[in-house]
Nanobody, 124 residues
Framework: QVQLVESGGGLVQAGDSLRLSCTAS????????MAWFRQAPGKEREFVAH????????MYADSVKGRFTISRDNDKNTVYLQMNSLKPEDTAVYYC?????????????????WGRGTQVTVSS
Protein backbone atom coordinates (compact mmCIF):
# COMPACT_ATOMS: atom_id res chain seq x y z
CA GLN A 1 0.00 0.00 0.00
CA VAL A 2 1.02 3.57 -0.67
CA GLN A 3 -0.26 6.50 1.34
CA LEU A 4 -0.41 9.95 -0.23
CA VAL A 5 -0.80 13.14 1.76
CA GLU A 6 -1.40 16.49 0.08
CA SER A 7 -0.68 19.89 1.59
CA GLY A 8 -0.40 23.52 0.59
CA GLY A 9 -3.97 24.39 -0.28
CA GLY A 10 -5.67 27.54 0.92
CA LEU A 11 -7.66 30.65 0.15
CA VAL A 12 -6.00 33.11 -2.23
CA GLN A 13 -6.98 35.94 -4.53
CA ALA A 14 -7.03 35.80 -8.31
CA GLY A 15 -3.53 36.23 -9.68
CA ASP A 16 -1.84 34.75 -6.61
CA SER A 17 0.28 31.62 -6.46
CA LEU A 18 0.22 28.42 -4.40
CA ARG A 19 2.44 25.37 -4.27
CA LEU A 20 0.87 22.04 -3.48
CA SER A 21 2.91 19.13 -2.19
CA CYS A 22 2.13 15.42 -2.11
CA THR A 23 4.31 13.06 -0.10
CA ALA A 24 4.14 9.31 -0.50
CA SER A 25 4.84 6.77 2.23
CA UNK A 26 4.51 3.03 2.59
CA UNK A 27 5.54 0.83 -0.30
CA UNK A 28 7.08 3.65 -2.29
CA UNK A 29 9.46 1.49 -4.30
CA UNK A 30 10.06 2.79 -7.77
CA UNK A 31 8.89 3.25 -10.40
CA UNK A 32 5.64 5.12 -9.96
CA UNK A 33 4.04 7.81 -12.04
CA MET A 34 2.32 10.72 -10.33
CA ALA A 35 -0.50 13.06 -11.22
CA TRP A 36 -2.71 15.83 -9.93
CA PHE A 37 -6.45 15.89 -10.46
CA ARG A 38 -9.07 18.30 -9.20
CA GLN A 39 -12.76 18.27 -8.52
CA ALA A 40 -15.00 21.30 -8.21
CA PRO A 41 -18.43 21.11 -6.54
CA GLY A 42 -20.95 19.45 -8.82
CA LYS A 43 -18.35 18.50 -11.39
CA GLU A 44 -16.44 15.36 -12.26
CA ARG A 45 -12.85 14.86 -11.25
CA GLU A 46 -10.59 16.23 -13.97
CA PHE A 47 -6.98 15.79 -14.96
CA VAL A 48 -4.62 18.65 -14.16
CA ALA A 49 -1.04 17.42 -14.72
CA HIS A 50 1.09 14.29 -14.62
CA UNK A 51 4.75 13.41 -14.51
CA UNK A 52 6.52 10.19 -15.41
CA UNK A 53 8.92 8.36 -13.14
CA UNK A 54 12.34 8.44 -14.77
CA UNK A 55 12.76 11.34 -17.17
CA UNK A 56 10.16 13.52 -15.55
CA UNK A 57 8.16 14.03 -18.73
CA UNK A 58 5.10 16.14 -18.03
CA MET A 59 1.69 16.80 -19.46
CA TYR A 60 -0.91 19.44 -18.58
CA ALA A 61 -4.56 20.09 -19.10
CA ASP A 62 -5.13 22.93 -21.55
CA SER A 63 -6.85 24.94 -18.83
CA VAL A 64 -3.66 25.13 -16.72
CA LYS A 65 -0.93 25.01 -19.37
CA GLY A 66 1.53 27.85 -18.94
CA ARG A 67 0.35 28.59 -15.40
CA PHE A 68 0.94 25.33 -13.49
CA THR A 69 4.13 23.32 -13.20
CA ILE A 70 4.39 19.77 -11.90
CA SER A 71 7.69 18.49 -10.57
CA ARG A 72 8.95 15.69 -8.37
CA ASP A 73 11.75 14.89 -5.94
CA ASN A 74 12.16 11.12 -5.99
CA ASP A 75 14.57 11.18 -3.04
CA LYS A 76 11.83 12.77 -0.94
CA ASN A 77 8.98 10.76 -2.49
CA THR A 78 7.27 14.07 -3.13
CA VAL A 79 5.52 15.63 -6.10
CA TYR A 80 4.73 19.33 -6.34
CA LEU A 81 2.26 21.47 -8.22
CA GLN A 82 3.28 25.09 -8.56
CA MET A 83 0.20 27.12 -9.44
CA ASN A 84 0.66 30.67 -10.69
CA SER A 85 -1.81 33.25 -11.96
CA LEU A 86 -4.64 31.49 -10.21
CA LYS A 87 -8.18 32.07 -11.42
CA PRO A 88 -11.52 31.62 -9.65
CA GLU A 89 -12.22 28.68 -11.95
CA ASP A 90 -9.22 26.89 -10.44
CA THR A 91 -11.21 26.55 -7.21
CA ALA A 92 -11.49 22.84 -6.40
CA VAL A 93 -10.24 20.07 -4.20
CA TYR A 94 -6.90 18.96 -5.58
CA TYR A 95 -5.96 15.30 -5.38
CA CYS A 96 -2.63 13.59 -5.78
CA UNK A 97 -2.57 10.15 -7.42
CA UNK A 98 0.05 7.54 -8.16
CA UNK A 99 0.38 4.28 -10.03
CA UNK A 100 3.27 1.79 -10.06
CA UNK A 101 4.30 2.33 -13.66
CA UNK A 102 6.86 4.39 -15.53
CA UNK A 103 4.29 6.11 -17.69
CA UNK A 104 1.61 8.52 -16.47
CA UNK A 105 -1.96 8.84 -17.66
CA UNK A 106 -4.74 11.42 -17.84
CA UNK A 107 -7.36 8.80 -16.91
CA UNK A 108 -8.14 8.84 -13.18
CA UNK A 109 -9.33 5.22 -13.39
CA UNK A 110 -5.80 4.09 -14.14
CA UNK A 111 -4.39 5.30 -10.80
CA UNK A 112 -4.13 2.95 -7.87
CA UNK A 113 -3.53 5.32 -4.97
CA TRP A 114 -5.10 8.63 -4.02
CA GLY A 115 -4.67 11.23 -1.35
CA ARG A 116 -7.58 12.77 0.51
CA GLY A 117 -7.23 16.09 -1.26
CA THR A 118 -6.47 19.68 -0.35
CA GLN A 119 -8.87 22.57 -0.90
CA VAL A 120 -7.84 25.45 -3.15
CA THR A 121 -10.14 28.45 -3.21
CA VAL A 122 -9.47 31.43 -5.46
CA SER A 123 -11.51 34.57 -4.87
CA SER A 124 -12.11 37.16 -7.55
Amino acid sequence: QVQLVESGGGLVQAGDSLRLSCTASGRTFSPYAMAWFRQAPGKEREFVAHITWSRGSTMYADSVKGRFTISRDNDKNTVYLQMNSLKPEDTAVYYCASRPRFISSTDPRSYDYWGRGTQVTVSS
